[in-house]
């Protein structure tokens, strides 16, 4: 193997840091950096939920991870904890993974929605990888910056979420085109739908249970969404082998190819599919999925039942069970 596919060996380490690592995506790209030898923190704002998630590991790997409780939108904790993983572990890799997902329509959201958005996913990255940089430099490192195919494509309900992942996105390639000279590698990750079981952490806001109800079946839609497991083992080989960029599921990939060829029309198209989505019957705060009820019809309840069904297998493995801070990883 070339050091493009082999991480360095160390006596401590290589070190890996997941942020957003708790639960869902995060959780299963740390087993899969335990799986390939790393010494692996994992970074979330709740406790209990950091304590249950490296439990699962333990039980699943038979190794321990490191837990840091750590806000990714304050820039100084950011600072002390990127340090304590270098001092104590090396840094070798770093996955900026931490995300918000708000489903409503732009009418039931606010400034504010956009702005927390924008706090967690695009300064979360932001602060972890400018934390992350200098140490990466000594060691010729990874890091890894989770966008979206929401970020490639405005994606109708989902507007504070595409925003700041297409935020993230540009982030990702202005990074490995600066970094490169110093052999670090930054990769841009945009994933599809996946079977994470985020749709009882994501907050829905208008008509909350039809919202629940769309956005649960298209996440564990069998033609359209991934298993979540997969596209970690995915992810972390590709940050691992320093590609530039990794676009997951074919649906994301045809819609990346859709809008770069014919922007205007798949943004009609995108218009067309605003269309059948729910109205906003209300406006007041967003609530997550673990608290919508039942959509009405037995047409929305056909599709709820068909693809969360298997998003739902998903939950406990993913440690998505109990309703946390307001993060969807």
């Known amino acids: ?26 959780l299963f790209m740390a087993r899969r950096l335990v799986e390939r030898g790393c010494v692996v923190t994992i970074a979330a704002r709740d406790a209990d939920e950091l304590a249950r998630a490296a439990a699962r590991l333990r039980e699943d790997t038979g190794v321990t991870v490191r837990t840091a409780v750590c806000d990714v939108r304050d820039r100084t904790a950011v600072r002390a904890l990127v340090r304590e993983v270098h001092e104590r572990d ?26 927390d958005a924008m706090d967690t996913m695009f300064f979360g990255a932001l602060h ?57 590698s930054v990769t841009a990750v945009h994933p599809g739908l996946m079977r994470t079981g985020s749709h009882r952490q994501a907050e829905f806001g208008g008509d909350v249970d039809a919202e629940f109800g769309w956005f649960s079946a298209a996440a564990g839609a069998p033609l359209l969404s991934m298993d979540a497991e997969r596209a970690a083992r995915r992810i972390v080989d590709a940050v691992i082998q320093r590609r530039a960029r990794l676009v997951l599921t074919l649906p994301a990939k045809a819609a990346q190819l859709a809008h770069g060829v014919a922007p205007g029309l798949t943004t009609r198209l995108s218009g067309a599919v605003a269309r059948v989505l729910p109205t906003a019957s209300n406006h007041g705060p967003l609530r997550q999925g673990a608290e919508a009820g039942e959509p009405r019809g037995p ?31």
């Open 299 to 329: 047409i929305a309840k056909l599709l709820r039942a068909w693809g969360s069904a298997r998003n739902d297998r998903v939950v406990t493995r993913a440690n998505q069970e109990e309703p946390g801070p307001r993060t969807s990883s």
């Open 1 to 26: 193997m070339t050091d493009r596919t082999r991480l360095p060996h160390r006596t401590k380490g290589p070190g890996a840091l997941v942020t957003g690592g708790s639960r869902g995506l995060g």
């Open 90 to 115: 090396g840094l070798d890799l770093v996955i900026a993974n931490a995300g918000v997902i708000q489903v409503a329509p732009v009418e039931a959201v606010g400034a504010s929605e956009f702005g």
């Open 128 to 184: 972890t990888s400018l934390e992350a940089l200098p140490y990466l430099r000594e060691t010729r490192g990874r890091l890894g910056l989770i966008g979206s195919v929401g970020g490639l494509t405005g994606v109708p309900h989902l507007l504070p979420y595409s925003c700041a992942k297409a935020a993230v996105g540009a982030l990702a390639e202005g990074l490995h085109a600066e970094a490169a000279a110093s052999g670090v």
